[in-house]
């Protein structure tokens, strides 16, 4: 299947600092990728869309303004937490959807913890 | 409100078993589903999805889907220890465009037993 690549897998920031996660498409091009935060046995929760070269679509509840997303290419989209709080602490997973039958595909996915 | 819903479990079966996962969406819009795998603290892992009204096999696995039902299943032959997971059920629709939001269940927890 198709490859979605992460970085960083594990990170922890300070409160009050930003952090930035890279989600990029290895072996395709992604006009549309998807970020989503999940928290310990929950579900996968939808935070934003993101197409290409145009500003991101944000879930309701999600603020745009600290949830920072750029997708500037077709194989990458970056996700910065901005003035991070220990509740911001997640597992923040993006996708990518191919063009061919529309399947998203996953990234391994990043820890960010917050002290 | 879109939702999927999944069973949360624990199912537990015993090896060479078969697990039978189920999952019932609520947005008639719905136009593909998909099965995702995702063991305890890594990224869900696609399995298959389906679009059309039946059965679609790969491998060990089996996706049921009954639009008119509005339910999908999962089947797992042979069940191994190594399929013990949280499987996650999810409803796509296409928002246009290129856009194809999944609405995702929040899990079954399997567990195959030797």
């Known amino acids: 299947g198709a490859v979605v690549s992460q970085h960083p897998s594990w990170v922890i920031c300070k409160s009050g600092t930003s952090v930035k996660i890279e989600c990029r498409s290895l072996d395709f091009q992604a006009t549309t990728m998807f970020w989503y935060r999940q928290f310990p046995k929950q579900s996968l929760m939808l935070m934003a869309t993101s197409n290409e070269g145009s500003k991101a679509t944000y879930e309701q509840g999600v603020e745009k303004d600290k949830f920072l997303i750029n997708h500037a290419s077709l194989t990458l989209s970056t996700l910065t937490v901005t003035s991070a709080h220990p509740e911001d602490s997640s597992f923040y997973i993006c996708?990518?959807?191919?063009?061919?039958?529309?399947?998203?595909?996953f990234g391994e996915g990043s820890w960010l913890t917050v002290v | 409100q879109k939702e999927v819903e999944q069973n949360s479990g624990p199912l537990s079966v015993p090896e060479g078993a078969i697990a039978s996962l189920n999952c019932t969406y609520s947005d008639r819009g719905s136009q593909s589903f998909f099965w995702y795998r995702q063991y305890s603290g890594k990224s869900p892992e696609l399995i298959m999805f389906i679009y059309s009204n039946g059965d679609k096999e790969d491998g060990r696995f089996t996706a049921q889907l009954n639009k008119a039902s509005q339910y999908v299943s999962l089947l797992i032959r042979d069940s191994q220890p190594s399929d013990s997971a949280t499987y996650l059920c999810a409803a796509g629709l296409d928002s246009g465009g290129s856009n194809y939001k999944l609405t995702f269940g929040k899990g079954t927890l399997l567990t195959v037993n030797p």
């Open positions: 996708s990518a959807q191919t063009g061919v039958g529309n399947t998203i595909y």
